[in-house]
């Protein structure tokens, strides 16, 4: 049987690409692709994947390398967005920098994402946000408003965050959104990776929820409607195969669920493309 014999766009909205520690991108795309996806969004891993701590820059140049190497040698479609994960900073205080040295670094480094949006390099900031662990209230104070930062960028370059948090509940939604408001940047351009089936306006405030595509998460999704995206958060780590998800998830799960009666094809080709093309503006 022939995966994917309708061509729909399917697309993993959050899949890291790692040759150092993993397959690297033209595995993870064939992979992906002989499991019928076909598009690939794909933010840069933390710079200590590289082996080259806090070189945020590099960390950035490497997944567009990354992503250019796909497009040139395998059949998938990526498109890389940009951006310093949360736990970058952490790390950075646990280098002994001062909170305010750790912010300046962070958002330096947030400035060159914004730069690559603008010399159409990349297609979004991200993954930025707040730790998904306990930090101390100092910290979260700093951590929320590096955040801040890289929404007021996106706002100024027209483009979407990912944002990267806590497992996120209703209450946290609103206060994205809100924070959205606040910098002025359109609430459906903040995506919120990792997320649950939040994908009614009152669950998630206007936001794009990318939910983890996991069977039970999906299929609560799609009772509601078909307003989310679809991620592995694939790590393409050798010491943690498979984790958080394996890179044929998505299109398998999607092929899945249209043969079930699970998802009709107008749902998968709303998920997979038009979501996609409508929050990043782009073509796939």
């Given at each position: 049987m022939i995966a994917n014999p309708n061509?729909?766009?399917?697309?993993?909205?959050?899949?890291?690409?790692?040759?150092?520690?993993?397959?690297?991108?033209?595995?993870?795309?064939?992979?992906?692709?002989?499991?019928?996806?076909?598009v690939m969004i794909i933010p840069n891993k933390p710079s200590w994947?590289?082996?080259?701590?806090?070189?945020?820059k590099e960390g950035m140049d490497l997944g567009i390398k990354y992503v250019e190497e796909i497009n040139q040698s395998t059949g998938v479609k990526a498109?890389?967005?940009?951006?310093?994960?949360?736990?970058?900073?952490?790390?950075?205080?646990?280098?002994?920098?001062?909170?305010?040295?750790?912010?300046?670094?962070?958002?330096?480094?947030?400035?060159y994402g914004a730069y690559l949006v603008n010399e159409n390099k990349t297609i979004a900031i991200g993954e930025i946000g707040r730790p998904h662990y306990e930090v101390s209230e100092e910290e979260l104070k700093y951590q929320n408003l590096i955040m801040k930062y890289g929404m007021e960028l996106a706002k100024d370059v027209q483009c979407p965050v990912q944002l990267h948090t806590e497992s996120a509940?209703?209450?946290?939604?609103?206060?994205?959104?809100?924070?959205?408001d606040e910098v002025g940047l359109k609430r459906?351009?903040?995506?919120?990776h990792f997320s649950g089936a939040y994908i009614n306006e009152d669950e998630n405030f206007g936001l794009t929820p990318s939910l983890i595509a996991s069977k039970d998460v999906i299929k609560k999704a799609i009772k509601k409607g078909n307003n989310f995206?679809?991620?592995?958060?694939?790590?393409?780590?050798k010491t943690r195969p498979g984790a958080v998800l394996g890179p044929k998830t998505v299109p398998k799960r999607t092929l899945d669920f249209i043969r079930k009666g699970i998802l009709t094809e107008e749902d998968a080709f709303q998920i997979?493309?038009?979501?996609?093309?409508?929050v990043y503006n782009i073509e796939i």
């Open positions: 061509e729909i766009p399917i697309t993993d909205n959050h899949i890291h690409i790692d040759p150092l520690n993993g397959h690297g991108p033209v595995k993870t795309a064939k992979l992906f692709y002989n499991a019928g996806g076909r994947s590289s082996g080259s701590e806090f070189n945020f498109f890389p967005i940009c951006g310093v994960h949360p736990a970058e900073y952490s790390r950075l205080l646990r280098a002994g920098r001062s909170f305010d040295e750790s912010y300046d670094l962070m958002t330096k480094a947030l400035d509940t209703e209450d946290e939604f609103r206060e994205f959104a809100l924070l959205a459906e351009k903040v995506i919120k995206l679809m991620e592995t958060d694939f790590l393409d780590d997979h493309e038009r979501n996609v093309q409508r």
